[in-house]
């Protein structure tokens, strides 16, 4: 799988954004994740779609009913489907701290879990084997508990400056659990939006609301198909 430089260069400074972790962000998002769930579950009418993620799913300094994971409810709200989207993005985030952090959140069933990790395991150089695990890890705690739950994992690159080596293991890594667990795979979340100024943030780093438009699209391509 290639991408433009531009693409590419993108990934380094948007992989560096996610690496930072937003207190603010991590009070927000965590526990509004969990009542979203039980508000919703709760009265058994809405199926729930969990998206686990990182700052791009958390909707980084944007207004989150402008992030992806709100303009994919307005989606299934105006076609009268009966989901509900719950955001459970988290700056900072690793595949490590994900894996910690999944049973918080398998209290309530779910019928669609979208998996957003690595990003940031990338670009701190951690062993892709290890990120694999965590991955698989979290794959495998999701299955256990809903083995109904239908899992779309969304794929990540590694910078350049990491090495030629190291960014194809990197790759790799979403295709092959793809393929292990049966998965539906988005090869690569950001197409067409990473290092595009236009579509990102005055910081050049995270989508803007343009280039969220865009990740929606990108996702609603896999989702779709499963509602």
Known sequence: ?????????????????????????????????SANISRTTGTGKKKIILFFGNSLTAAYRIDPSKGFVALIQKRIDSLGLNYKTVNAGLSGETTAGGKERID???????????????????LRGIDPA????????????????????KIILAGMEAPPNMGQAFTSEFRNIYPRL?????????????ENVAGIPSLNLP?????????????TENLWAVLKDLL
Request: glycine content about 6%.
């Open 1 to 33: 799988m290639f991408f433009k430089l531009s693409s590419i260069l993108g990934m380094i400074f948007l992989l560096a954004a996610c690496t930072e972790p937003q207190k603010t962000d991590q009070k927000k998002t965590t526990p509004s994740s």
């Open 104 to 122: 918080w959140l398998l209290r309530q069933p779910l019928a669609i879990f979208v998996l957003e990790l690595g990003g940031n395991d990338g």
């Open 178 to 190: 793809a393929k292990k667990n049966e998965l539906i795979l988005i090869p690569f979340l950001l």
């Open 203 to 215: 910081d050049g780093i995270h989508p803007n609301i343009a280039g969220q438009r865009i990740v």
């Open 130 to 149: 290890s990120s694999y695990q965590n991955l698989q890890s979290i794959i495998d705690k999701v299955k256990a508990k809903y083995p109904a739950t």
